[in-house]
């Protein structure tokens, strides 16, 4: 390629492109600044040799920002010597259709773009991962070193080309690059084909049985309408708020009980629809609700190992099962009579890559309504969605009996996770300060019928390359089997959230059936008075429970 197409642009760095849980997050105006996102794509190139003349997979949620970026970003590419670039058609592609196409085409690597179920829009928030070529979220050895790069870059290459229509299905050049631009949802569906059994749920939706999904005008529309109406039969009016927009219609993509409430209303009262879900910005979480009930993330997490064998795609066995350290011990307790592994790991999906490149794991998942299997290395919305349409459809049973069903075998995990956003950083930190220096004193104090076991700052020790991670977050453990655990978020972009994660195991089934806020209460409260949450932040109560 002529030298004199590629422009080398000089930069200055800037001290904020550290990763956080998952990529890097900013609101849309840190990322508007000249040479910002430039800044941290030349890390990404300069830090993975192997790009240049590799295949790369790229696309977005379709946030505001999206188009832009993709086109920056194929230029980039070309600049640095990108042999292939496999683009989503309109830069769309999902956070597991990319993990799905870097491992299909055996690419190098992958960049995603979104804040996942941040708000998005002019005001909102865009967001930058790179995932590597076992199609997982880069660890943080990677993004430690995209971080040193970032600190010491001086110029960036983009192609003085322009990038091509990516409206457009079809084979493109840019300078020496070939950029595909491909139907994001073709390879997709056709993974989803070979794990579920489709004639069993396309009978399930044609019998009466009423489904919804609320797509939440984030990525998994097209997604969804593809497989549920195209595939599944299922009538179009079923797919909600279909349509991928670069503000989400103004609302917040995330699937939970708040920001997902038009939905739980249609699961509630005489005509409640029988199955109901959500997914988010990037298409990797999920929220599974039935007629007047709602399956907490942990929950799920369980009953989809525990009902492995009616899938034909994990029908030949499963190897064991993860959870990140605040998810509720549901699933340890199905690994247990299964015989299989169970693990422990910090939060972010990134933890899970080895556990699942090696064999360890089949199924892993996390409170914050992330669950996924080895078919790829992200967490997986539509994925999970249809496992449990799946479950339903080969049991003939309603999500409640399954719920009810695997309580009374296993008992029942009540779980509740309580969050402070937006609080002062240092008010926030001083508060996990105290916590820690309070870990010695904590065993043995009670507080009413719960008397401390034991207290620490979870560290975990990953088991295949032994790299040792601290200070994940601190849990208090109870002598009934109570736990709460206390951790700043790393994905916001506003001050600081304070996450509280509580736990109580009741293995009676005449006592599962009860109202988790009140069974909570006690424990709640006991969360504000080691920590002093209130007297320190001065709020009265969690901005959003889930
Ligand atoms: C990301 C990570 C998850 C993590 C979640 C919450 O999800 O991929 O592993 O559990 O954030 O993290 P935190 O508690 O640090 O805010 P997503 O869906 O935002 O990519």
Not at 158 to 170: E, F, L, N, Q, Y
Not at 177 to 202: C, E, H, K, S, T
Not at 269 to 277: I, L, P
Request: aromatic share 8%; glycine share 12%; charged share 20%.
């Amino acid at each position: 390629m002529s030298e004199a197409s590629i422009q080398q642009v000089p930069t200055t760095p800037f001290d904020d492109q550290r990763a956080g849980t998952s990529g890097l997050r900013k609101p849309v105006g840190v990322f508007e600044q000249p040479h910002y996102l430039e800044n941290f794509v030349q890390a990404i190139f300069d830090t993975r040799p192997e790009l240049n003349g590799g295949l790369l997979i790229l696309g977005g949620d379709g946030r505001f920002y999206n188009d832009i970026a993709i086109g920056i970003i194929l230029r980039m590419a070309a600049g640095n010597g990108v042999g292939r670039v496999i683009v989503g058609q309109h830069g769309l592609l999902s956070t597991p259709a990319v993990s799905h196409l870097i491992r299909k085409y055996q690419a190098q690597g992958g960049i995603i773009l979104s804040a996942s179920h941040n708000p998005g829009g002019p005001d909102g928030d865009f967001g930058i991962k790179f995932n590597t070529a076992n199609g997982g979220p880069a660890p943080e050895s990677v993004t430690e070193a995209f971080f040193q790069k970032t600190l010491e870059i001086d110029s960036y290459r983009i192609h003085t080309g322009d990038a091509p229509d990516i409206g457009r299905i079809g084979g493109f050049e840019l300078g020496d690059m070939r950029i595909d631009i491909i139907d994001p949802v073709r390879d997709y569906a056709g993974m989803m084909q070979d794990l579920f059994d489709f004639d069993a749920m396309r009978e399930l939706l044609a019998s009466g049985f009423q489904l919804r999904f609320d797509a939440m005008h984030a990525i998994t529309g097209p997604y969804a309408r593809h497989i549920f109406t195209d595939l599944l039969g299922a009538p179009a009016e079923w797919i909600l708020n279909a349509t991928p927009l670069p503000d989400f219609g103004g609302g917040h993509p995330d699937p939970n009980l708040k920001h997902a409430a038009a939905l739980v209303a249609l699961t509630r009262g005489e005509n409640g629809v029988d199955f109901a879900a959500a997914s988010d910005g990037d298409g990797d979480r999920n929220m599974i609700l039935g007629k007047h009930c709602f399956v907490t993330p942990s929950d799920s997490l369980a009953i989809i190992t525990a009902n492995a064998a009616m899938i034909p795609g994990y029908r030949n066995g499963i190897h064991g099962v993860a959870r990140s350290m605040p998810t509720s011990q549901a699933a340890d307790r199905v690994a247990e009579r299964l015989g299989i592994a169970h693990y422990e790991t910090p939060t972010g999906w990134k933890y899970f890559g080895n556990l699942l490149d090696h064999r360890r794991i089949t199924f892993c998942g996390e409170e914050s309504f992330g669950t996924g299997s080895d078919h790829v290395r992200e967490k997986d919305g539509l994925w999970a969605v249809l496992f449990w349409l799946n479950i339903l459809a080969g049991s003939g049973r309603s999500v409640a009996d399954i719920l009810a069903a695997h309580w009374r075998e296993y008992g029942r995990n009540y779980y509740t996770r309580h969050d402070y956003e937006g609080i002062d950083s240092g008010i926030a930190t001083q508060l996990m300060d105290d916590l820690r220096a309070q870990l010695d004193s904590l065993p043995g104090q009670r507080f009413g019928e719960h008397t401390i076991a034991w207290a620490d700052d979870f560290s975990y020790t990953d088991p295949i390359d032994a790299t040792v991670s601290t200070h994940q977050g601190i849990r208090i453990g109870f002598e009934n089997g109570s736990r709460i655990v206390y951790r700043l978020s790393g994905t916001g972009t506003q001050g600081a959230t304070l996450r509280v994660y509580l736990e109580s195991f009741e293995p009676d089934p005449a006592k599962q059936q009860h109202d988790t806020r009140q069974v909570m209460q006690a424990l709640v409260d006991i969360a504000n008075r080691v920590a002093g949450i209130r007297a320190r932040t001065g709020r009265n109560a969690p901005d959003v429970i889930t």
